[in-house]
Nanobody
Framework: VQLQASGGGLVQAGGSLRLSCAASGRTFSTRAVGWFRQAPGKEREFVAISRSGGSTFYALPVKGRFTISRGNAGNTVYLQMNSLKSEDTAVYYC?????????????????????WGKGTLVTVSS
């Protein structure tokens, strides 16, 4: 499975971007898919997850501003990012979980994600 994240770019604070994560070789229908990000000089952190059963979960810094969703074809996951802030600047990665519906206490565990995309850079200017 290969994942391709796209949609990053430069945006002013308060603006919006939509990231896409496309899979080749399979669909996401039976797996949870998450987004992570890594800001300059910081460790990679969890952003959001779409579980196979339909539920979603967000990290507190992005809750209410970001929305994760799945495409109808089952091989694309999106991250709609609104009201962007300078602290959202990071490389964003999508990742496919090893399970369909991970428990919430595990959604941040990177070891539980089997496939990772290369990342797309989001830069928010203040």
């Amino acid at each position: 499975v290969q994942l391709q994240a796209s949609g990053g770019g430069l945006v002013q604070a308060g603006g919006s971007l939509r990231l896409s994560c496309a899979a080749s070789g399979r669909t996401f229908s039976t797996r949870a898919v998450g987004w992570f990000r890594q800001a300059p000089g910081k460790e990679r952190e969890f952003v959001a997850i779409s579980r196979s059963g339909g539920s979603t979960f967000y990290a507190l810094p992005v809750k209410g501003r970001f929305t994760i969703s799945r495409g109808n074809a089952g091989n694309t996951v999106y991250l709609q990012m609104n009201s962007l802030k300078s602290e959202d600047t990071a490389v964003y990665y999508c990742a496919v979980s090893t399970v369909a519906n991970p428990i919430l206490s595990r959604v941040r565990q990177e070891d539980d994600y089997e496939y990772w995309g290369k990342g797309t850079l989001v830069t928010v200017s203040s």
